[in-house]
């Protein structure tokens, strides 16, 4: 029998970006707000102090700053003929728990997505006809346009610190910004990070190649920041410490050095770590959510009754919660209908690898530092001639050179031995990497469901991927990839090692933790799971935030968008709560 | 008073507890303690003779600097099989246990302790069919024949493929030479030093715009510089 | 019970406490008195005598000795350290039986105007009466008033722990015929009322050199002396006179109001116990009072400058290695510090202080800025007591001291055991 808290008006389920988002938002506007967060309490000190923080074995490799997979995980197979098998630890992605969440340990790459990824369904048809689309790609628009999230993408930029080039501000094009962005209604908040040696490679043989190279938008600070809540960054110091690890210099954007310092003052909010959500609760109807019951870190059973539910946890454990509530109907990949768990996707990812002779010291970096092109994402380019959809940007990300995992061999270096040694010591302070990123999307094959075998430490049944490239992402990854091969060879004195992207999808290597989809958003209650206001079809006092929401993704990374969108729905739920009703409707 | 901070913080971070001995044998390059016996936190010392001989040819001494031995690998790897990360503590390891695809990852039961156990004994046996004498004894050019077999999958190992052992080693073996030396390898910053990473500097400011120049600060690991670099870089106090 | 839920546990219970603190207490209080209505009735009526006497307490910081660790504010309880013993903080909510339920106006305004209470018996100091002495009877009748409004908190009073003979509450009496002058502020005509307004409260409520002054054998401080540092808690009070390098001499009067309203400048942020006043008092004076305090700290002259031994070249490389790989990242290369975020350490006044207590035990156990209304953000460093030996700190200490321009005296290891091991034992 599960003891019973007192109830609250808001409960939000994981405390990382989005919960402390709509936290911040919710309770702003009077309202009584619980997180709970299934990891520990942590902060930049003592957590990831400058004493400590910079462990590459103990971080990035040991992935003591992820969530734990023994407690926890997937099981995954590339097609529904193979036998799904757990993920025994992580690999392809790297979900967080703890307060915060992935925004502790995210590079900071905060990216718009275009006008047109938003109507990609519409957009693709009318540019390309209807039989442009492959017949089992489960395209869909989003229900909200680039229009409509230009403001929210705004406060999430300011409420970063985002250090970046415009390049189209109200329709004006401004030099040295990306002149394909949507049009932004002002400048970013802080000057772009200084450039790195190899990015400056990369942005003089993209430009001669003929392409318009900018610098990447970073949440990392490149000036000290004071928020519009009042809440103050330090300047990034480029220590190549951001990806996989906190920042221990108030540098990198997270919730802990953006909204918690406001948040955590106030009377109407609360948290608890070490609760585990493990189901939503709904009562007879089945139409309205009663709270939630969660585990406590003494194995407790606890049910915590809420007015509304927010669903903050990572993109597959909000998808795995749904479905263990049995809230909204399971997708069913054979009769493609159904819609929980529905439309899984990811990122498609390529390298080309650039030896030359110029000490780039790549040690000095930051999470986000880095130059792009723009010219092969979304529908930048006439896609007619080359038969796939989507795209990706091409960049030189200078994330650090942490030498364990980052340090780049040529292909005919030794594995091991006498010569691996002198690869090492001939590439590691002059080799480079230039990457591409493509978007991914939603198939009738690729999909989350629950697995019949295995379970969780709660006794629950893991949730089950199954996910594999298909033709459309590896054609045009490979397109994407010859025309990073393209930059790379207009390096001087450079020779390149092409990495394209082979397929089945494997879990083994880290690509990228941009799991999107299984809770999608949309306009068709038979295709999405929540409206344009990410508010539950089925049970309109459940809200799901989150990547999980992508119909399908796009070529850059989520997480801008993820903010975006729940500053989107925060003034959706003020509307919500202040006449609760079945449904926003405007 | 008697404080050694960088003990404690090496002990802190190896997060393992191991005898008073161990500790010495990391710090000072010895395998062996006051009473002659080993002090391995994990290995036997049959298994420790075929880590040491096995990481002298994985990385090679030569005129670039140490190899895997000297730079304080075996230590590095019997400091980390004898903590969590040997104990596959974050791992998720419930049955049951087929076999899949490679796309699926490891699904082996063994935690990355017992996998090293089993496959050590594996090999020496294989050595002793092979050879009459265990890895350790063998020609350098005989242990990196054997090594290639295991890379190539192609010894018998009972329970476990060759191959996954020695992905594994290799895996760990340059984790043991490129991880802050705090954990026992990178033993006077060997692998830093081999490829010109400085170490954990946290300011790079001023010199991210210096395109091309060395980074001139010394080496450094969590804790702290080398005995004897801080007088040798006075300059700074200006 | 799990290190990791303990820690959940505790730090529920600072937000908590965090939150009884602050609990409608964010916004600046309309009744504050104004710069120059020198010990005026502010308004008629109790409520502007309530919320009046709210805004003194919390000039007076009275809760942070009055109230213990996790325990209900004002019910006292707190241990005090002093060099003679404990002292234990009284209950000063009105519970009629361990509070001050049962005063009358007379009785509260005879403890604060002349340090004996109810029955007659002589306070330990440690009450600053020797400071709140100054105030005047509307301002004490006011405390009273706001006191008398909270809720009555049973919390006996606890016996101090003090050696024999300062057990006995006659030898205070003797204490303040030697060392206390009772007696109301009494404004100087030749100085404008913003600066009595400032001298009042610095000298009164603020009692601000029962740490930044001098201390005798017996803990008595000369009020008529400028405060020019003194101990206090473990740590070092520094200088608010007027000496450029360890004092106020080159803060302008907007540094002043800055650092005590949101608890940093450009020029350094509060820590140790400054970091709590800040939190729990300066932040929420009146813009008027915060002006009239640094009219009256920048009129305080300078006094002549020690003379420093030059510290030799050895320490100073040592130091300077161990800065460049401890410090440096955040503090930057010349001790400039990074403006609106990590404080200088070049040309501050708190580094340079006649003793490095509060550095050293910066250093030990780390600080974090205080976490005011205006800049919520608490950045933080971490401490380094587990990372460097007490010859390293001692090192970094004479080096932070004396580098840039800075020049203090140098510290020796020894010291920094010493402080490391005091340190370590208080709560």
């Known amino acids: ?586 | 008073m008697n404080h050694d901070p960088a003990r404690r913080d090496f002990l802190r971070l190896v997060g393992v507890t191991v005898p008073a001995g161990m500790v010495l044998c990391a710090c000072g390059g010895s395998g062996t303690d006051a009473h002659g016996g080993t002090a391995n936190a994990f290995f036997a010392p049959g298994e420790m003779d075929f880590i040491q001989a096995a990481t002298a040819r994985l990385i090679p001494t030569d005129a670039l600097g140490p190899g895997g031995d000297k730079a304080g690998i075996p230590t590095f790897l019997d400091l980390q099989l004898a903590g969590p990360y040997g104990r596959a503590e974050r791992w998720y390891m419930q049955g049951p246990w087929p076999t899949g695809i490679d796309g699926q990852g490891y699904q082996l039961r063994f935690t990355p302790a017992q996998l090293y156990r089993q496959a050590i004994a594996g090999i020496d046996k294989h050595c002793r069919g092979k050879y009459q004498q265990p890895f350790v004894g063998l020609t350098g050019e005989q242990q990196d024949e054997v090594l290639r077999a295991l890379e190539g999958g192609k010894v018998d190992l009972g329970d476990v493929p060759s191959k996954t052992f020695f992905n594994l080693l290799w895996q760990n073996t340059q984790e043991g030479f490129l991880a802050d030396p705090a954990y026992g390898g990178n033993r006077d910053f060997a692998g830093w030093k081999l490829v010109g990473f400085p170490g954990p500097r946290y300011n790079y400011v001023r010199e991210i715009g210096e395109y091309g120049k060395p980074y001139q600060q010394p080496y450094v690991s969590l804790i702290g510089r080398a005995p004897g670099t801080a007088l040798a870089h006075a300059g700074e106090a200006s | 019970m799990g290190a990791a839920l303990r820690k959940a546990l505790a730090l529920a219970s600072l937000l908590l406490l965090a939150l009884l603190c602050t609990a409608c207490s964010h916004d600046r209080d309309p009744a504050a008195p104004s710069a120059v209505k020198l010990g005026e009735r502010m308004s008629p009526g109790p409520w502007g005598q309530i919320s009046r006497g709210r805004y003194l307490v919390r000039a007076g910081d009275c809760e942070a000795c009055h109230t213990a660790p996790n325990g209900a504010p004002f019910a006292g309880d707190r241990a005090i350290p002093t060099p003679f013993g404990t002292i234990y903080s009284s209950n000063i909510t009105p519970d009629p039986e361990t509070g001050i339920g049962n005063w009358t106006d007379e009785d509260f305004y005879r403890a604060m105007h002349e340090g004996i209470d109810r029955e007659g018996d002589h306070l330990y100091p440690a009450f600053p009466y020797p400071w709140y002495t100054k105030l005047s009877r509307d301002d004490v009748l006011s405390i009273k008033a706001y006191l008398d409004t909270l809720t009555p908190v049973r919390q006996v009073h606890r016996h101090n722990e003090l050696p024999w003979p300062l057990d006995q509450r006659g030898l205070m009496a003797m204490w303040d015929g030697m060392y206390f002058q009772d007696g109301t502020y009494q404004p100087d005509p030749k100085r404008s009322a913003q600066w009595n307004r400032g001298a009042y409260l610095v000298k009164g409520l603020g009692h601000c050199s029962a740490c930044h002054g001098d201390k005798n054998f017996a803990g008595a401080t000369d009020m008529d002396d400028p405060p020019t540092g003194g101990y206090a808690e473990n740590a070092y009070a520094p200088s608010l006179a007027g000496g450029v390098r360890d004092g106020l001499g080159s803060w302008t009067e907007q540094d002043i109001v800055q650092y005590l309203g949101t608890g940093r400048n450009s020029r350094t942020s509060a820590a140790g116990p400054m970091a709590e006043v800040v939190e729990q008092s300066t932040q929420y004076l009146s813009k008027p009072d915060l002006e009239a305090i640094a009219v009256y700290l920048k009129s305080l002259p300078a006094p002549k400058d020690a003379s420093v031994a030059t510290v030799d070249k050895d320490t100073l490389d040592r130091g300077a290695a161990l800065y460049v790989d401890n410090c440096e990242a955040c503090h930057l290369k010349q001790g400039q510090g990074e403006i609106g975020a990590f404080p200088p350490l070049r040309q501050s006044s708190a580094v340079q202080a006649n003793s490095a207590d509060t550095l050293i035990g910066v250093i030990l156990d780390g600080a974090r800025i205080p976490q005011t209304t205006a800049e919520p953000t608490g950045l933080a460093m971490q401490g380094f007591a587990d990372h460097l030996s007490d010859a390293q700190i001692a090192d970094l200490n004479t080096y932070i001291r004396n580098a840039w321009g800075n020049h203090a005296e140098a510290v020796e290891a020894d010291h920094v055991a010493d402080l490391r091991e005091t340190l370590r034992k208080s709560p």
């Open chain 1, 1 to 586: 029998m599960a003891r019973r808290m007192p109830p609250v008006d808001v409960v939000l389920v994981g405390f990382g970006w989005t919960a402390s988002i709509i936290a911040q938002e919710l309770t702003d506007a009077g309202v009584q707000v619980l997180a709970l967060e299934r990891g520990a309490w942590r902060d930049t000190v003592p957590d990831f102090a400058t004493d400590h923080i910079q462990d590459e074995l103990r971080y990035a490799v040991r992935k003591q700053i992820f969530e734990s997979p023994e407690r926890e995980t997937l099981t995954f197979r590339n097609n529904a003929s193979q036998t799904a098998l757990p993920m025994r630890h992580l690999g392809s992605f790297m979900p967080a728990a703890g307060v915060g969440g992935a925004g502790v340990h995210w590079n900071g790459q905060c990216w718009r997505f275009l006008p047109q990824d938003f109507v990609i369904r519409s957009h693709t048809e009318q540019r390309y006809g209807k039989g442009f689309i492959p017949a089992d790609m489960n395209l869909q628009d989003w229900g909200v346009t680039y229009e409509e999230l230009e403001p929210h993408y705004d406060r999430f930029e300011y409420l970063c610190g985002i250090s970046g080039q415009a390049g189209n501000v109200n329709g004006q094009l401004v030099a040295g910004g990306n002149p394909f962005e949507g049009p932004r209604k002002r400048g970013y908040p802080l000057p772009p990070l200084e450039r790195s040696a190899s990015t400056v490679l990369f942005d003089k043989a993209a430009r001669e190649v003929g392409f318009n190279p900018f610098p990447c938008p970073a949440a990392n600070a490149s000036r000290p920041y004071r928020n519009p809540l009042g809440v103050q960054m330090g300047q990034c110091t480029y220590c190549g410490y951001c990806e996989w690890f906190g920042c221990g210099n108030y540098s990198k954007a997270s919730p802990q050095t953006t909204i918690l310092p406001v948040l955590l003052r106030k009377d109407n909010f609360h948290f608890r770590t070490h609760c585990n959500v493990t189901r939503v609760n709904t009562d007879s109807t089945g139409k309205r959510a009663t709270g939630v019951t969660y585990v406590d870190v003494e194995g407790n059973q606890i049910e915590q009754p809420a007015q509304m539910v927010v669903l903050c946890a990572f993109a597959q454990h909000n998808v795995h919660l749904l479905l263990l509530s049995k809230i909204g109907q399971p997708y069913d990949p054979v009769s493609n209908t159904g819609v929980v768990g529905r439309n899984y996707a990811y990122q498609i990812t390529s390298s080309v690898d650039v030896f030359q002779k110029e000490r780039l010291n790549p040690f000095m970096g930051a999470g986000a530092l880095g130059q792009a092109i723009d010219e092969f994402n979304g529908d930048n380019f006439d896609h007619g001639p080359h038969g796939f959809v989507g795209g990706g940007y091409i960049a030189l990300w200078n994330t650090g050179g942490r030498p364990i995992l980052q340090h780049y061999l040529p292909q005919d270096a030794p594995k091991w031995g006498a010569g691996w040694k002198k690869a090492m010591h001939e590439n590691y302070l002059t080799a480079c990497s230039i990457a591409t990123h493509g978007s991914v999307m939603s198939y009738r094959t690729s999909y989350l469901d629950l697995d019949p075998t295995w379970r969780d430490v709660y006794g629950n049944p893991l949730l089950r991927l199954t996910f594999d490239f298909q033709p459309n992402e590896l054609k045009m990854s490979g397109f994407l990839t010859d025309k990073a091969a393209q930059i790379g060879r207009a390096i001087p004195g450079a020779s390149i090692h092409e990495k394209k992207r082979q397929g089945p999808y494997s879990i083994v290597p880290y690509q990228t933790t941009h799991n999107t989809g299984g809770a999608v958003m949309g306009d068709d209650p038979k295709t999405s799971v929540v409206n344009r206001y990410l508010q539950s079809w089925d049970v309109p006092n459940l809200w799901v935030m989150g990547a999980s929401v992508f119909p399908q993704n796009a070529g850059y990374n989520p997480t801008g968008t993820v903010g975006a969108l729940t500053y989107w729905s925060a003034e959706a739920m003020k509307r919500y709560l202040k006449n609760p009703g079945p449904l926003v409707t405007t």
